[in-house]
């Protein structure tokens, strides 16, 4: 959905290919937005729409340490607890709104390309012709099979029960622990229902049954506590695998289909929901013309290595998670290191998404990085940054005297404040600073336009 908002802000058509009936979820699944991916739908101007419905919270954590990223430059330093059901209802809305076509109820079951575009062939038996085609649908993807790109990486160590169901006795409320990992049961709608995860004795795959969340809630509990009313039941490891490519010609992964890891630091929403804003941009310019098709592999070098490093981290906190003596002496080593301010600033950087640094070459500590959100004067009034990018285009922010440019939104702006980065601090204040659609700096000015007809 965020992809295809992206295309159409862009004026791209576009449609999305769901299976589901309704934008509806059975559970709610991933449950949180790190404070980035919040700034990516303020740069939208719809990020006040799941706000209003979540509890802000401190999410960012490593190893049993929580990461406090109050003290970071940015206007939400915060995450955001929200169900992954609410979170799609109100993406589907706004989706909507800006006129993003759905078809609903039917799924690809394949395609063929050639050097012009891709035919896709639907199972209600409609065929499609498109200039290209994204695979977001999920860990399992047929696009990435059928497109032929590896997905390498690591077999599960552990596998685990989720849930949602009512209970006649009263859980066990909270996280557990033990040699072989972590167990909990949460409360759901008050107390009034219970979200379960509950790891197996072994690595078990395929989807549990009723008997198996049974049996498991009794081997980690003693008992059942009368679980019924399930609504929910599904299975997940710490299968860790990236694909070995994003791109196969015109056919392109995003999300959970380009990258699976362990829900652990809840990194895998916010992944999929970046990789569409930084592949969106890229496919308009050059379904447009207005860039060479080369564009779409810097899709590839900015998000892998980005994707990479999650899939690290996510399996160092799975490791972190058992409870034996050993795995706990170094989990207490970690969680003290991290009470150090740079480390934690480091880590807190890198769960939150706050310190994603694109490789666009040397020069000033903002080139790569996102852009802040400034509050800014300009001729037209006040404004401040991401509302200058709701409708997803680039804007040059001109703090100086540049001539004037016709390719790119043109914005003469005045700002007398700090110039901060997170985990970085303090930089020195630019002339004038290119702003991709996506809000990171593609080039900045000091004191002149040197690189400014390259960058743009």
Not at 233 to 243: C, G, K, V
Request: net charge negative.
């Amino acid at each position: 959905m965020m992809l295809a908002a992206e295309l159409v802000l862009a004026r791209v058509d576009v449609v999305v290919v769901e299976r589901r009936k309704s934008p509806e979820l059975e559970r709610a699944g991933g449950r949180g937005l790190h404070a980035r991916t919040i700034e990516v739908l303020d740069q939208r101007g719809i990020a006040e729409r799941f706000l209003s419905q979540g509890q802000r919270a401190q999410v960012a954590a490593f190893g049993g340490a929580v990461l406090d990223i109050s003290d970071f430059p940015t206007r939400h330093p915060y995450g955001l607890a929200l169900g992954q059901n609410e979170l799609e209802h109100i993406l589907a809305g706004w989706a909507s709104e800006i006129g993003v076509p759905f078809l609903r109820g039917c799924e690809l079951e394949g395609f063929t390309q050639d050097d012009a575009g891709v035919d896709v062939t639907l199972s209600d038996g409609r065929s499609l012709r498109a200039k290209y085609l994204v695979g977001c649908d999920g860990g399992r993807s047929l696009v990435r099979k059928a497109a032929g790109i590896d997905f390498p990486g690591w077999d599960p160590s552990i596998s685990y029960i989720i849930a949602e169901a009512s209970t006649t006795e009263e859980p066990a409320w909270g996280l557990r622990r033990d040699a072989k990992g972590t167990y909990a049961i949460g409360k759901l709608d008050g107390g009034k229902r219970a979200g379960i995860v509950l790891r197996d004795e072994e690595v078990e795959r395929g989807d549990p049954t009723e008997s198996d969340l049974r049996d498991a809630l009794a081997a980690l509990y003693g008992t059942d506590f009368g679980v019924r009313d399930i609504t929910y039941l599904s299975r997940f490891s710490d299968a860790t695998r990236q694909a070995a490519s994003y791109r196969a010609g015109r056919v392109l992964l995003a999300g959970d289909s380009a990258h699976i890891h362990s829900p652990m630091g809840g990194q895998g929403l916010n992944l999929g929901v970046q990789d569409a804003v930084n592949l969106g941009w890229k496919l308009a310019r050059v379904v447009h013309g207005t860039s060479p098709d080369a564009l779409l592999d810097t899709y590839q070098a900015e998000r892998h290595p980005v994707a990479a490093r999650a899939l690290r981290m996510t399996m160092a906190q799975t490791a972190l998670s058992r409870d034996d003596e050993r795995t706990k002496a170094v989990g207490e080593s970690v969680v003290d290191l991290l009470k150090i301010p740079e480390a934690r600033k480091r880590y807190a950087g890198i769960m939150s998404g706050l310190d994603i640094h694109y490789d666009l070459g040397a020069g000033h500590p903002l080139l790569g990085r996102r852009m802040p959100d400034l509050d800014l004067e300009t001729d037209r009034g006040p404004t401040r940054v991401f509302e200058l990018l709701h409708d997803a285009s680039a804007v040059l922010l001109d703090f100086g005297a540049l001539d004037a440019i016709d390719r790119v939104k043109h914005v003469r702006a005045r700002y007398a404040g700090a110039w901060e980065l997170p985990v970085i601090g303090a930089v020195s204040a630019p002339s004038a600073v290119l702003v991709r659609p996506d809000g990171y700096v593609a080039w900045v000015g000091e004191g002149s336009d040197a690189g400014l007809r390259d960058a743009l």
